[in-house]
């Protein structure tokens, strides 16, 4: 299958000044496992990468002046892609050795339950296989609608587990040598279902839902923060 090279028509020139950082940050998260692990960071490898992007352009329809942020980056092999259709695009990932190993520019280490953004800094945000690692999903989401503009569009990508940790065992194993760790990665079953429920008390309004069983099942789930002008 042919990367994809869609070519687009700026409608403004892009601006690549940094997102503006909050003045104080938010109480820190205890998440379910430390992620500050460099080997974790380094199974972070551009398999799927193609395949997002076809996603982001897909759900997102990303232009050249957008400003977008990826939430779950690890060592920005998408953000790279998607810096080359969006150059003001930033990469977020909780454990800083992704961030040491980065191959993308303007990537973070940073909590999603506590971002150190400003408010509605983003056009778009994605994030790919993060969300179900997230103890307080709801507390992501709250951060997520609040970086993002009225009308600014969320993407999640997710896996379809049968059972919840069934597809976190080799990472488990991997990266901390335990695959009864699989569970405590993946702390989260969802589905369409329960993200739009949750998303709803988080101030979120979903807009579509798809699965696909390519690679590993996964579904994608489309948010919108309300309040655009029309």
């Given amino acids: 299958m042919q990367p994809v090279t869609t070519q687009r028509v700026p409608s403004a020139e892009p601006s690549l000044r940094a997102p503006r950082l909050r003045l104080t940050d938010g109480e820190p ?8 692990s460099e080997d974790y960071a380094m199974l972070n490898r551009p398999l799927e ?41 930033f990469g977020i990932d909780v454990n800083p050795r992704s961030i040491d190993h980065g191959v993308a520019p ?30 307080d999903a709801a507390g992501a989401l709250c951060e997520m609608r609040r970086v993002v503009v009225p009308g600014g569009r969320i993407l999640l990508v997710y896996p379809a587990e049968p059972i919840r940790g069934l597809y976190a065992m080799p990472g488990a194993w991997l990266g901390f040598g335990n695959p009864l760790l699989a569970r405590r990665l ?6 369409p279902r329960s993200i739009s429920e949750l998303a709803e008390r988080s101030g979120l309004t979903h807009v579509v839902s798809a699965f696909d069983f390519l690679i590993t099942p996964q579904f994608m789930t489309v948010l919108e923060r309300p309040g655009r002008e029309r």
């Fill in 29 to 36: 998260s205890l998440p379910a496992v430390t992620y500050d």
């Fill in 186 to 191: 993946h702390v989260h079953k969802f589905t």
């Fill in 49 to 89: 990468t193609e395949r997002h992007l076809r996603r982001v352009v897909r759900f997102l329809a990303p232009e050249a002046g957008d400003r977008v942020l990826e939430v779950g980056c690890g060592r920005g092999w998408l953000t790279r892609r998607v810096q080359q259709l969006c150059p003001a695009t």
């Fill in 106 to 135: 303007q990537l973070s280490s940073m909590d999603a339950v506590s971002l150190r953004y400003d408010d509605a800094q983003f056009d778009k945000l994605y994030s790919f296989h993060a969300i179900e690692h997230i103890p």
